[in-house]
């Protein structure tokens, strides 16, 4: 009986223990509440982009291809999404930036699309190596128009491909009544 007592005792003294080791950072992932891969490299106009420069700010990571139809079609969404929450306030985060992904092989058609469609607001990046892209590769993006929405802290709030989810997300981030929630504001 003695026995008994002390074993479980010991037990829950290491559960209790290994609950309060765990960080209440969320871990690097693909799911949403995760913390967001770091982007990194060389925007297209040559200057070095890291996303913990955007710090605070919601961020709309957009992987896309010229050669894409459905990716071309949604480039006027995302430049409606971009001018409606450029300056907005969010539960966490201040404004919307675009950081556009291309999984391009080729320079002249992303830079032709990029002019046709009037993209030059978003922040361009591209490797030239298509899908098979570090970036790609850490965000396990197969193909073009995956579509990542991250939080001032780097959390992913929403993904996928379909920009009216992404729409109806900001637009509930942008209307939550910010002062019953200003202890969880960064």
């Known amino acids: 009986m003695r026995f008994k007592a002390v074993a479980t005792a010991i037990f829950t003294g ?3 223990l ?5 960080s209440s950072e969320p871990s690097v992932g693909l799911m949403v509440g995760d913390k967001a891969p770091e982007i990194e490299g060389n925007l297209l106009d040559g200057t070095r982009f890291s996303s913990s420069e955007w710090e605070g700010k ?3 990571v957009d992987f896309w291809a010229s050669y894409d139809a459905p990716s071309r ?3 006027y969404r995302k430049k ?7 300056n907005a306030l969010f539960l966490n985060g201040e404004g919307l930036e675009v950081i556009s992904v291309s999984l391009d092989w080729f320079k002249s058609p992303l830079y032709n699309s990029i002019e046709r469609d009037q993209l030059e607001d978003f922040a361009h990046m591209c490797d030239w ?3 098979d892209s570090p970036l790609a590769k850490a965000f396990q993006v197969e193909g073009p128009s995956e579509v ?6 780097g959390r992913i709030v929403e993904r996928g491909n379909d920009l009216e989810e992404i729409a109806v997300t ?10 019953r929630f200003a202890a969880y504001r960064r």
Do not use: I, P, W
């Not at 409606?80 to 450029?86: A, G, I, N, R, S």
């Open 14 to 16: 290491l559960c209790f």
């Open 18 to 22: 290994s609950f309060m080791n765990s």
């Open 58 to 60: 919601m961020v709309l």
């Open 73 to 75: 079609v949604n480039n």
């Open 80 to 86: 409606q999404l971009l001018e409606q929450y450029k």
């Open 129 to 131: 190596k298509g899908s």
């Open 148 to 153: 990542f929405l991250l939080d001032g802290s």
């Open 170 to 179: 900001l637009n509930r981030l942008a209307t939550v009544d910010q002062t």
